[in-house]
């Protein structure tokens, strides 16, 4: 069974940092891309930040760029994704994902395996 298991999430001041991580199982996501999405209450899910299959290439939403890194290490099958000077507007569910080819991509239709997701909280 394919499973891509987040953690990490927690609640954390404004100013604060937490690093979120994915974990795959059932089957290597060493050639997908992976992506990162968020989830506010009463709002849609929105792109965060995605990789490439090598690492080499990143993407990012305006909104983090410059606080959140994302990574990933093929050989333990996992995605991370460190945030840093959180702000309460990044409170959210977030949500791990992969899709098939190599590229990561910032369209949510493009992933087909997706976590349960970590909550994130940051209070103000």
């Known amino acids: 069974q394919v499973q891509l298991v987040e953690s990490g999430g927690g609640l954390v001041q404004a100013g604060g940092s937490l690093r979120l991580s994915c974990a795959a199982s059932?089957?290597?996501?060493?050639?997908?891309?992976m992506g990162w999405f968020r989830q506010a209450p009463g709002k849609e899910r929105e792109f965060v930040a995605a990789i490439n299959w090598s690492g080499f290439s990143t993407y990012y939403a305006v909104s983090v760029e410059g606080r959140f890194t994302i990574s990933r290490d093929n050989a333990k099958n996992s995605v991370y994704l460190q945030m840093n000077s959180l702000k309460p507007e990044d409170t959210a569910v977030y949500y791990c994902?992969?899709?098939?080819?190599?590229?990561?991509?910032?369209?949510?239709?493009?992933?087909?395996?997706w976590g349960q997701g970590t909550q994130v909280t940051v209070s103000s």
């Open positions: 994902a992969a899709r098939p080819g190599r590229a990561g991509s910032t369209s949510i239709s493009e992933y087909n395996y």
């Open positions: 059932g089957r290597s996501f060493s050639t997908d891309g």
